[in-house]
């Protein structure tokens, strides 16, 4: 049996109440989870066709960081924290553009070469001699896989991104991601009330397509099949019906996708997700590639970021499938957005007792349990005090590390 299969197991007697409801609802534990999750988690930034030229740049926020990620002169891509090394004002404020020569920041127009090295402070003799290096925009942690740029602000235990998903490369190689194109050239974002935590949950598992996406049961019927966590990654593989499809765009996509002769046969009907946790999904259709991820603002307050990619050169029934994929999409993220909603809303209400996870569910057992194995405060059924949270997780986890010693 391998390693995935095993994980796949059911256990007769597993814990089928989830996280407790306070989890969702505290911004103490929210901050520790920006700390533990976000900052020392990959988080994907962009690709490297939203930086075609040299000196062209995005920027990206995420828990409470600032980045730039930059092509140089060289053509190499580096990334830097947006934090001018002077007073700490945004060097670049806007979320994309192109820097010819110097970066320049606003405040008092320290300038930047686009390897990130200090060029030249405003007034240099009314300041002590500052090393072009030691003084430069401080670098980010990077890897690229496939053509996705992933940047890692502080330390972790997650090995590099190109490790990690080591293991999906052959199945992804076929896609030549790493060729393709933004489509809209820019990222889209949404800001939700909601949990971060809850969109994840809604993301882990299958079990609830057949009543509340329409368009999906449509697409791929009971072809869905997901994985949960495995040395943090999953994978979720959906093949297409061979019935025609009653809805509209459902229809028409499987009647226009053509043949896409890089992929293999498994894959030219079928949309292929690889999870990276703790929040990012790269999607992967015959006809394009996309990413979705998101950041916790607070408790109750979640930013939702994506892009979507496509080839290069694309001819109109490629163009045609694409739009009815986006639709789909569109629709079926409308409806979960709907479920997130009142699945909070519930965790305020008095009647609340608690989750219980069918085995359909497994998935968002496993991811679960892996935030409460690094977070071991979140496996308490109540919260700790107000102003413990923080202190409480340390001892938890101290206390873990010397039973396991």
Not at 129 to 146: A, C, N, R
Not at 189 to 205: G, P, T, Y
Not at 325 to 330: L, P, Y
Not at 345 to 361: P, Q, T, V, Y
């Amino acid at each position: 049996m391998s390693e995935i299969e095993e994980q796949r197991k059911v256990p007769e007697d597993w814990d089928r109440s989830g996280l407790a409801p306070w989890t969702y609802l505290n911004d103490e534990l929210a901050e520790l989870e920006k700390d533990t999750l976000f900052r020392r988690h990959w988080q994907l930034a962009c690709h490297v066709s939203n930086l075609p030229e040299r000196g062209s740049y995005i920027t990206f926020d995420m828990a409470g960081e600032r980045a730039i990620v930059m092509r140089g002169e060289d053509g190499e891509i580096r990334a830097f924290h947006n934090l001018c090394r002077h007073r700490g004002s945004r060097v670049l404020a806007k979320k994309r553009g192109v820097c010819k020569k110097v970066m320049v920041c606003p405040f008092h127009g320290w300038g930047y070469n686009l390897d990130g090295t200090l060029r030249s402070p405003t007034v240099p003799e009314s300041l002590p001699k500052l090393d072009k290096q030691e003084h430069g925009l401080k670098p980010i942690e990077m890897d690229i896989w496939m053509g996705f740029v992933f940047l890692r602000f502080l330390p972790g235990n997650q090995p590099r991104i190109s490790e990690l998903l080591a293991r999906h490369v052959e199945e992804v190689a076929p896609y030549q991601a790493e060729d393709m194109v933004p489509v809209y050239g820019g990222f889209w974002s949404q800001e939700m009330k909601v949990n971060w935590k809850a969109v994840r949950d809604v993301d882990n598992e299958g079990y609830h397509v057949p009543m509340a996406h329409p368009g999906l049961q449509d697409l791929y019927g009971k072809n869905y099949y997901d994985e949960p966590i495995v040395n943090g990654t999953n994978r979720s593989f959906a093949k297409l019906t061979d019935s025609p499809g009653h809805l509209w765009s459902v229809r028409h996509y499987k009647k226009i996708l053509p043949d896409f002769p890089n992929l293999p046969a498994s894959s030219k009907r079928a949309w292929l997700y690889i999870g990276i946790f703790p929040n990012t999904v790269i999607s992967f259709y015959p006809e394009s590639a996309a990413f979705y991820q998101e950041f916790p603002l607070a408790a109750g307050q979640t930013l939702q970021r994506g892009a979507t990619y496509r080839y290069a050169e694309e001819n109109r029934a490629m163009r045609l499938s694409r739009y009815l994929s986006e639709r789909i999409d569109r629709l079926t993220v409308e409806e979960d957005t709907q479920l997130i909603e009142w699945t909070c809303e519930a965790m305020e209400s008095s009647a609340f007792d608690g989750i219980i996870l069918s085995d359909r569910e497994y998935g968002v057992k496993a991811y679960h349990d892996k935030l409460r194995d690094l977070l071991p405060v979140m496996s308490m059924p109540e919260a700790p005090a107000p102003g413990t949270v923080a202190a409480v997780n340390a001892e938890m986890s101290a206390a873990r590390a010397a039973a396991a010693e």
